[in-house]
């Protein structure tokens, strides 16, 4: 990534109302997000990240000369604020993402299509009458379920485990689709996970448009995707990046900010916290008052994301650049060959906590090998593999969870994938489109603060 460091030009004591400046500690997609609507509103912003490089959970890897991500990423029609970060920061989605109509194929055991001559929501309900690998008994079930949630708009009285939601459906329609589609939107067991916030990815995927249920698959590493362009526009609205500066406190001092790091201080008039969430806690334990928000962060609890890179021999292809697999370790394959031109290399993501974190890489990788042998035999040998384990990838999205607000005080806030908005109809699982939507709300408020 080509960031250009620029030093801290804060050094004065700023009046929040005639020089505002604003401070956002951590980059990933919240934080750069917030940094790309500030500056477009011509606040100038300093983005501080501790770590060599922005992006947080969604940023690029090197491995033996090749380009990795940290995970294999996707992202839905319905992520909007998402597509228009990206328009913002100049690049077309069209040429950067894969959008494939809906398409869930668990390796010849069952097959849905959206049928994309219909509008939404029908799309989706003729999709389910034809699913393949369903009894008719079943496909019925599925449109019925949908529908009831439709009537009653996606509404919970109350939350409850998505498996208590579904208590009534037949246990292989929840083997085929509603287990696979929670563990791949909240990350989180079906037994735990929150079934407002699936209703609320449900509604905003299947219920609107039908370009909204599309899977979009980068084409581009997930730095050239989502930092380096962010990077490029903050920079030219007069915004600057640090790289490797931790913020390890700040407190009040006057009516702005000083953050501490190293010896260093750098003062502020309004200050957005983006960093992941058990990093929130030590920045707020100067202040008392905030010490709720500070043990909510503290109480999340995480679910790990594990990908396996295989490298095969060039001429190996899927038939499709994402595939679904039924009853293994994995539950998807990716094509880098197909989307990122990396021939023969696949991408296997394992969601959730399993007993393939108790494996060694080696172990994980041959287990995972001999697993997509049984669905695509004609894979050549394995040349190479690399397992990237995120163990705290997402929170866990349980029902019930107690998130924390942005507005901190009056001039500072939180970002990030797991904070709340202001409708809990809007809360959306750990995914790039929550952290875009959260940044983005902060900046906002932010902005309208200093008129
Ligand atoms: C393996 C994996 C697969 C995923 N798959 C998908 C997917 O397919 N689709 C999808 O939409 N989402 C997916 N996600 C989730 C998505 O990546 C995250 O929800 C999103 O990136 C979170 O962004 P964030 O800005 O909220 O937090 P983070 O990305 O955690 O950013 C926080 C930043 O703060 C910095 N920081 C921390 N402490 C400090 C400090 N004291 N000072 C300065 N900086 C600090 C960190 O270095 C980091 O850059 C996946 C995540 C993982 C890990």
């Not at 915004?239 to 190293?262: A, F």
């Not at 699982?429 to 008129?451: D, H, M, N, V």
Request: proline share 6%; aromatic share 6%.
């Amino acid at each position: 990534m080509g960031t250009q460091l620029a030093p801290s030009q804060l050094d004065h004591r700023p009046d929040p109302k005639s020089a505002p400046s604003a401070a956002i500690i951590g980059g990933g997609c919240a934080g750069l997000a917030a940094a790309v609507r500030l500056s477009a509103a011509g606040v100038p912003v300093t983005l501080f990240d501790s770590s060599h490089q922005l992006g947080g959970r969604a940023r690029s890897i090197t491995w033996q000369e090749q380009t990795l991500d940290n995970g294999q990423h996707i992202l839905l029609g319905a992520y909007a604020r998402t597509l228009d970060f990206l328009q913002t920061c100049g690049l077309a989605p069209e040429q950067v993402l894969l959008r494939l109509p809906l398409k869930l194929d668990m390796a010849g055991e069952f097959s849905l299509r959206s049928q994309s001559a219909l509008p939404a929501p029908l799309h989706i309900l003729a999709g389910l009458l034809q699913a393949k690998g369903l009894s008719w008994q079943e496909r019925f079930a599925a449109v019925r379920i949908m529908a009831g949630f439709r009537l009653r708009q996606f509404q919970l009285s109350q939350d409850m485990p998505l498996q208590q939601l579904l208590q009534d459906q037949p246990p292989r329609l929840i083997q085929m689709l509603w287990e696979p589609l929670c563990l791949a939107a909240l990350n989180t067991p079906l037994a735990e996970a929150s079934a407002q916030v699936f209703l609320n990815v449900l509604r905003d995927s299947f219920a609107r448009s039908k370009t909204d249920s599309d899977l979009l698959l980068p084409r581009k590493d997930l730095s050239q995707l989502l930092v380096d362009p962010a990077v490029a526009y903050i920079q030219q609205h007069a915004g600057s990046v640090r790289l490797n500066t931790p913020i390890e406190s700040l407190r009040q001092e006057g009516s702005g900010w000083v953050l501490q790091h190293g010896d260093e201080q750098s003062h502020f008039s309004h200050v957005i916290i983006a960093t992941s969430p058990f990093r929130v806690a030590p920045l707020l334990a100067g202040l008392p008052e905030l010490a709720e928000t500070a043990s909510q962060c503290a109480a999340l609890d995480y679910q790990p994301i594990y990908t396996v890179y295989l490298q095969y021999e060039a001429a190996t292809q899927l038939p499709d650049a994402m595939c679904g697999l039924a009853n293994s370790l994995g539950q998807w394959v990716f094509d880098r060959g197909q989307l990122y031109g990396q021939a023969g290399l696949l991408a296997v993501v394992i969601s959730a906590a399993g007993p393939h974190q108790s494996m060694t890489q080696a172990a994980l990788a041959l287990a995972v090998d001999q697993e997509l042998r049984q669905h695509f035999p004609h894979l050549s040998a394995l040349s190479w593999h690399k397992v990237v384990a995120e163990k705290r990838a997402t929170f866990a999205c349980r029902a019930g969870l107690k998130r924390p607000g942005h507005q901190l005080s009056q001039n500072l806030w939180l970002a990030g994938d797991y904070v709340a908005s202001p409708d809990h109809l809007q809360d959306y699982p750990a995914t790039i489109e929550g952290a875009i939507r959260s940044g983005e709300l902060a900046a906002f408020e932010l902005t309208k603060s200093l008129k």
